[in-house]
């Protein structure tokens, strides 16, 4: 069973949401973390249905990232991603209220964990083309 994770940080850069031909999507999306004098920028993806998680959120945005590492290999490489399955408003500790985009709840930008891994779907990067990462 997968170890679920969680970092706070602000948005950094939030992409387009990437579709393939399998139907299978994603969206990738950059969070700002301090650690110290070197700030960290860590990307994220998150996967079908969880692409939804960023909309309404702006760059600069303050959110907590619960997340799942997974590890895949593919053609002898191996990769490892950073898959989130719930966003949170942080709690910006200064003076500010801190209220959600409009539209969405003060608190929870999803409702749980994924009753699911995030594996892409079976057959998934066997193009004839062979260069299509299947993740």
Avoid: C
């Amino acid at each position: 069973m997968a170890k679920g994770y969680e970092i706070e940080g602000k948005i950094h850069l939030i992409n387009d949401i990437q579709t393939f031909n399998s139907g299978f999507s994603k969206r990738e999306f950059v969070v700002e973390v301090e650690d110290g004098k070197f700030p960290q920028q860590i990307k994220f993806e998150a996967v079908k249905e969880k692409t939804s998680l960023t909309d309404g959120l702006r760059v600069g945005d303050p959110v907590k990232v619960f997340f799942d590492i997974r590890g895949n290999e593919y053609n002898g490489r191996y990769f490892v991603n950073l898959n989130a399955w719930k966003l949170e408003r942080a709690g910006g500790g200064g003076g500010g209220g801190g209220s959600a985009p409009a539209g969405l709840p003060s608190q929870a930008f999803d409702d749980g964990p994924p009753s699911h891994l995030s594996e892409p779907p079976a057959g998934f990067g066997n193009d004839d083309d062979g260069d299509e990462i299947p993740f």
